[in-house]
């Protein structure tokens, strides 16, 4: 199993909702990661975990908790959203966490729009 | 700041020809490249990698060349086929930096039947 599975595949939320955005990887990946892609931009890092606990913060706003429940599973909450959040959001998976030479997996990602 | 960035923004390429994307980067302490591609509404997909003590490295129909001098990247393809069309961005991760891949700005490569 060499895949990165995101659920759902598309998600419109008001901005005075909550919702979550899933990750799962079965490759024994122990870094995983969030990315925001808007249109025609490249990925941007949100946030980094390795070893289930969080390393890396791109300064990104509070309505955007991520929780790490085991090594398989990657979650993003999201509350109160404006609609310049909506986006495309990847979640990724590498081997090792720091600065090794290993590959990232992405996901298909999430295409959010906040209306 | 540092930085990774595309020569070109756009390639179109008629089918059977070779492709080369290329890739500056400026940050020297970078030591690990990637080159990914994307298609319309999915994720990046693996491509290519290539560390900083190779000049050269090569795939199924594709090749990854470094320029450390100058620091330069470039992804050549071979026999181009329309499949290939798609948006490519080469990553790089520098070292020691707890694996902060940043992505470059993409070319958008269409291959023209």
């Known amino acids: 199993d060499t895949e990165v599975t995101q659920t759902p595949k598309h998600l419109v939320m008001g901005m005075t909702n909550k919702k979550s955005l899933k990750c799962e990887q079965h490759m024994g990946h122990r870094a995983m990661y969030w990315y925001k892609q808007k249109a025609k931009k490249p990925p941007e890092l949100m946030f980094v975990y390795s070893y289930e606990k969080l390393s890396i913060n791109e300064s990104v706003p509070s309505r955007f908790s991520p929780e790490c429940p085991n090594s398989s599973l990657l979650n993003l909450h999201l509350h109160a959203l404006q609609p310049e959040d909506s986006a495309l959001y990847l979640c990724?998976?590498?081997?090792?966490?720091?600065?090794?030479?290993?590959?990232?997996?992405f996901g298909q990602g999430t295409r959010l729009t906040v209306v | 700041g540092e930085s990774v960035g595309l020569h070109l923004p756009t390639l179109s390429v008629q089918e059977g020809d070779n492709s080369i994307i290329n890739c500056a980067y400026s940050n020297s302490a970078s030591d690990y490249f990637i080159w990914y591609k994307q298609e319309s509404g999915k994720g990046p997909q693996f491509i290519i990698d290539?560390?900083?003590?190779?000049d050269k490295r090569q795939g199924q129909r594709v090749t990854v060349l470094l320029n450390k001098t100058v620091k330069h990247l470039s992804l050549q393809i071979a026999a181009t086929q329309p499949g290939d069309s798609a948006v490519y961005f080469c990553?790089?991760?520098?070292?020691?930096?707890?694996?902060?891949?940043?992505f470059g700005k993409g070319t958008l490569l269409t291959v023209n039947p």
């Open positions: 990553a790089e991760n520098p070292r020691g930096s707890n694996y902060k891949l940043t």
């Open positions: 990724a998976s590498s081997l090792q966490p720091q600065g090794a030479d290993t590959e990232a997996f």
């Open positions: 290539i560390r900083s003590n190779m």
